[in-house]
């Protein structure tokens, strides 16, 4: 199954309107013609049986002949804040996996040892929706803007979110004994950058409830640290 | 901590010698010089405490204080059988992160749908000394010329292996299902092309004795299926 997406403003009155590269996709390199079927989601949750109605290079129009709910979300909502990292494309590969090892949201953070101080918000979301429709997911994950640390922690969750804090040296508390597989709820769990979170950051994480927990007995890469964060967190 | 490597046939009568590539990055990038304490693996298991007693560009000569038996190795022996793909780079990333993660060996293969039908095994290697190095492992794994997945499955293996070949369609039995996490012994994991393996191929790797397993709900990148799958197997 090809899966393809259009925002939930573009799906009105029994049919949905597909513009833009994805437009062009569909009708340039796939050959799509009137006439035939196409899945759709809003990146929203939903999922649209289309079928076309008219196509030209910029706009692809389509009837829809049902509506179901989605599929492919975990039970467990993840927020990945993930330190940006000296190599882009090793940042962008972490927006990649983690969205197609289903994580809610993505939170690009810079802590004391980040080095770049910003990045591509634009690219990275280009990549997330791009790995959506590659999974099969039916809800678009946000990419923020990056974010200092420290700021970060100040954010306000939801009642009940697991704060969590991957951390080399922490041994005790693995993160599937914090957070046990196949749990629902909602998680957020920070990964430092190439040089691990300061002493003072771990402690100010701490005193933001977060709970340290460790990853293994190898020292990970923190793009791989993300990445394995993610799929244990979301694995049903 | 850094670690450096040497093959075992360097070590000898309280010494070893570490020459090569990994001289030149000593002595020329991290200038280090006699006297120096340095953390060498054989890349079979030991960790030796060395303190430079010669360096140049081509040969670090040290002494030899202490031996240990490294860390870092999983209580299950993972052998990762991945096919090629085509994207060279996104198989090189499926190298370097499954060693990370763990890993004993890496069987590239080629089956019905692979697209490239030969790949770069010295670069793999490379990759793979390195992210054994990063991940603070002492035994190096073995990346091997790629096989035909024909005869792959008629590789004999030692008395109880888990043989597993992921499978998207597969809904019932996940992997852990059938490696509960923590476990010891040996499992071989099979993992396709972009387009998956075909009827065929499943129906041959059943008759010989593999067990497909499910990798969750979404559709995942060959790549992503393997990392998961390996971070899924050694995670403690």
């Known amino acids: 199954m090809e899966l393809f997406y259009t925002p939930r403003a573009s799906v009105a009155g029994g049919g949905l309107v597909i513009a833009g590269e994805e437009a062009a996709h569909i009708v340039t390199v796939l050959r799509r013609r009137e006439g035939d079927a196409l899945a759709v989601t809003d990146g929203e949750g939903a999922l649209y049986d289309a079928v076309i109605v008219r196509a030209t290079r910029t706009e692809v129009r389509c009837s829809v002949r049902g509506t179901r709910a989605g599929g492919g979300e975990p039970s467990r909502r993840v927020v990945l804040a993930a330190s940006l990292l000296r190599n882009p494309g090793r940042f962008e590969m972490l927006v990649e996996k983690a969205v197609e090892l289903g994580v809610a949201a993505v939170q690009p953070i810079v802590a004391e040892r980040t080095v770049p101080r910003h990045g591509r918000r634009e690219r990275w979301e280009k990549i997330a929706l791009a790995a959506m429709k590659q999974s099969c997911r039916t809800r678009l994950p946000r990419v923020e803007e990056p974010a200092d640390f420290r700021a970060f922690l100040a954010s306000p969750w939801e009642e009940g979110t697991l704060r969590l804090i991957a951390h080399e040296q922490e041994s005790r508390t693995t993160l ?6 196949g749990g629902g709820g909602m998680a957020v769990i920070a990964v430092g950058p190439e040089g691990g979170f300061s002493p003072d950051e771990l402690a100010a994480a701490a005193a933001a409830g977060y709970v340290a ?14 990445i394995l964060a993610v799929g244990l967190l979301t694995f049903p």
Do not use: C, D, I, Q
């Open 176 to 181: 599937p004994a914090a957070a046990p597989p």
């Open 213 to 226: 927990v460790g990853l293994g007995p190898r020292r990970l890469r923190a793009e791989t640290a993300a």
